[in-house]
């Protein structure tokens, strides 16, 4: 037995990964159905293929997604075009101010008929859940998706319900110093995977949209291109895309800089840790390796770790974002030479 550059365990001669890792077949699949959904979501996306690749990681890596940006620059557009172009439950929440906890989880109603209550599902229950301008309804109304996005299931009046898989809810906000939004609180942001900004399109693509969306909306075209059974089948062949000790270490390191910096005042949990090791697993898997590699943890740094970090008073001042803040830690923390 001898142990490859990535860590792993190999046979002594054909080099047959023994530790249960993903296969060629998985990679194939990984490979077949990103461009599936890729393909059809550029179709209704106009240039934005790294914002497109970003939502699919994340799906493949079992997370959730908050798009945040400006009105009118297509994030609702982005996640209806997923939910379409998988073969699974879709429900929509229009987040307002009046919206009840109880109209995201569901309720107890009293059948008379039968003389006891009746659980009626509320709109979590889905496979993709879109969630349309989240920090418009009250944080008791944003809370009600704790239990859901963290542990896959919902407790109403003591009995808990178990939710479909595959999960995942995307959300869209606008920056908070729009008027009449409220402020996700840490624990909510905590929740989601990964964080994205739309942007403005590129002339060349504006145009192309103006072309193209005057007559009709292109997600009237749009077709599943997969169903929520071979979702699951990738969600678990990313799962076991190997990630060596040294690119573990590293995540930590990248975590635990994050707690001791000067320019944050939150660094990031060990949650955010782990969502940015299973991210990492995707993003390999669609480059086609089946091992991680520092590049995949530093692609995704600042889309997972971000939104997670609360900036320290002379980084506010300084008018420094945040994703500035994981660049530089990116530039101090060493990377494994081992890994490479």
Known sequence: MTTDLTGRTTGPVTGV?????????????????????????????EGKPDVVRTTITVLFAGGHLLIEDVPGVGKTMLAKALARSIDATVRRI???????PSDVTGVSIFNQDQRRFEFR??????????????????????????????????????????????????????????????PLPEAQRDRFMARISMGYPSAA?????????????????????????????????????????????????LATRSRTTTALRLGASPRAALQLLRAARAHAALEGRDHVLPDDVQQLAAPVLAHRIMPSSETQLARRTTTEVVHDLLRQVPVPAQAR
């Open 17 to 45: 990964q023994q530790n249960g890792d993903a296969g060629l077949a998985d990679l194939d699949l990984v490979r077949q159905v990103s461009d599936r959904l890729a393909g059809a979501m550029t179709s209704v996306i």
């Open 94 to 100: 229009q987040f307002t101010p009046d919206l009840l």
């Open 121 to 182: 599902p509320g709109a979590i229950f889905a496979n993709v859940v879109v969630g349309d301008e989240i920090n418009r309804a009250s944080p008791k109304t944003q809370s009600a998706l704790l239990e859901s996005m963290e542990e896959r299931q919902v407790t109403v009046d003591g009995t808990t319900y178990e939710l479909q898989s595959p999960f995942i809810v995307m959300a869209t906000q606008n920056p908070i110093e729009m008027e009449g939004t409220y």
């Open 205 to 253: 693509a504006e145009l192309t949209m103006l072309e193209s969306h005057g007559a009709h909306s292109p997600l009237d075209d749009l077709t599943a291109v997969t169903d929520a059974a071979t979702i699951s089948r990738v969600v678990e062949a990313v799962s076991r895309v190997h990630a060596s000790a040294a690119v573990r270490q590293y995540i930590v390191d």
